[in-house]
Each structure stands twice: as C-alpha cells, then as structure tokens.
C-alpha cells in the first residue's frame, strides 16, 4: 500500500555537528586532564584539590542563586497574574534573561577541569551571556523555522503561534462531563478496601 508520500532511499546525510562533536568532547578531555597535570606539576596535588573544591564550592553558589531569581521571578509573575494585572516579564536591572545561561555557567564549574572553568566565568559576565543568549535564541528559531513538518520541532512552533492580532484570552478550562466529587470531612475517613 502506498501513501503517496515520496520516500527517499539515498541515506541521509551525517550532520558535520554529530561528526565532529564526539572528536571535540575527546579533545577537551584530554586537554583538561593536560592542563590538571600541569597545575599539579607547578603546584603540587593540593593545588588541584584546591582549584577543583574552589569550581564545585562556587558552581553550587551560583546555581543556587540562579534559581533563587528564577523563582522570584516566577512567583512575582504568578502575583500580577492573580492581582490581574498583566505579567511585566523582564524588569529592568534584574537580569531574568539569563538564568538559563548563569546556572550553565555554574554547571561548567562543577565539572571538574580548568576550561571548563574558564568557559563558566565568561558566561559569568553580563555582555557575553547576553551575547551567547540572543545567539542561542536566533539558532533556534532558524532551525526550528526549517524542521520538517511532523517532527517535535514543528509541533513546538505549532506550540507557540499567537493570534494575529496579539490578544491573550486567559481562563480557566472546566470539564463538566464528569461529576463533581463532594469535599471528604475532616472527620470522615475512607475506607482502605472497596
């Protein structure tokens, strides 16, 4: 049975990204463990603990404050929403674009190895992690503008498509084709078997 869609027997095409990526992985290992020999070479293995508690001490300060924003953030916005008032969204000065991208950077510092480290306290500056954002954010939507139809990117574009004229119906979705079931008293207790 055919379905009219044409099917293509040529094999498909490696991405150069899933071609290379396991060669670079390899490649930052090997130079991590390069660069840890060093330093315990001019410091001794103490220097190493030292510098590899340092990474892991301050990516959990950083994670840990990272998501303490994100949830005063989230929490700030679920305020207005119930005071009916709109969502701000970003407020001026508070930095909420790059959560995502500072509790990566804290990522990075726990793993153990010094580039790893270094590519963390990069993404610890302001201009570079907005940078690195709007460039991540414009990868994405150029490769989820090209996905073919059918596939988990489409159904995220789908996902998001807003009306054209910009308005926003909130509410609240009721079911009434099942019945309600009456609240249990705080005394009453049901019974463990049917």
């Known amino acids: 049975m055919t379905t009219g869609v044409p099917t293509s027997t040529a094999p498909r095409r490696r991405s150069p990204a899933r071609t290379f990526l396991p060669l670079a992985v390899a490649a930052w290992l090997v130079l991590e463990i390069w660069l840890l020999g060093l330093v315990a070479d001019a410091g001794g293995a103490l220097a190493v603990a030292a510098v590899l508690a340092a990474g892991l001490v301050l990516g959990v300060v950083v994670i840990k404050r990272a998501g303490r924003r994100a949830f005063r953030n989230l929490t700030d916005t679920f305020q207005q929403a119930q ?47 907005a940078w690195i954002g709007r460039r991540t954010a414009r990868t994405l939507e ?53």
């Open 142 to 194: 150029r490769r989820m503008a090209a996905a073919p139809s059918g596939s988990f990117a489409d159904a995220f574009q789908q996902a998001r498509i807003h009306y054209p004229d910009g308005k926003v119906v909130q509410g609240e979705v009721i079911r009434e084709d099942h019945p309600q079931r009456p609240e249990p008293d705080a005394g009453h207790r049901p019974p463990l078997a049917p």
């Open 83 to 129: 005071q009916g008032r709109p969502p701000t969204g970003r407020q001026p000065g508070t930095g909420t674009s790059g959560n995502g991208m500072t509790m990566l950077a804290g990522l990075l510092l726990i793993v153990p190895g010094l580039l790893s480290d270094l590519a963390a306290l990069l993404l610890l500056v302001p201009p570079v992690r």
